[in-house]
Nanobody, 126 residues
Framework: QVQLVESGGGSVQTGGSLKLSCAVY????????MGWFRQAPGNERVGVAT???????IYADSVKGRFTISRDITKNTLYLQMNSLEPDDTAMYYC????????????????????WGQGTQVTVSS
């Protein structure tokens, strides 16, 4: 059974930083497509950043240059470093994983991911 456990959320002021972590249990995550998604109140869940088994990454335009997705294979852990945070970044952040091969255009789609964490809240105040 694959389990994803997020941590690292919190409350920060505009311009601050946070680093989210997602520990993956049950399968070596080297073989997974991994992603961070977020959902603000009243909005759909959208892709923020993804990383493929080969290490290639994709970012939403809204976070390019501010967020960095990375992974530590030895710890089976995915990260999202978030800098220069803005109030619009306020949302519940979810970690997701899937083993199915994906072309780049599909990697940011919520429906492409099978396994999900419980989410961690990020709140950015102005």
């Amino acid at each position: 059974q694959v389990q994803l456990v997020e941590s690292g959320g919190g409350s920060v002021q505009t311009g601050g930083s946070l680093k989210l972590s997602c520990a993956v249990y049950g399968y070596p995550f080297t073989y997974y497509y991994m992603g961070w998604f977020r959902q603000a109140p009243g909005n759909e869940r959208v892709g923020v950043a993804t990383i493929a088994p080969d290490g290639s990454t994709i970012y939403a335009d809204s976070v390019k240059g501010r967020f960095t997705i990375s992974r530590d294979i030895t710890k089976n852990t995915l990260y999202l470093q978030m800098n220069s945070l803005e109030p619009d970044d306020t949302a519940m952040y979810y970690c997701a994983a899937d083993t199915r091969s994906k072309v780049a255009v599909y990697r940011m789609k919520e429906t492409e991911y099978t396994y999900w964490g419980q989410g961690t809240q990020v709140t950015v105040s102005s």
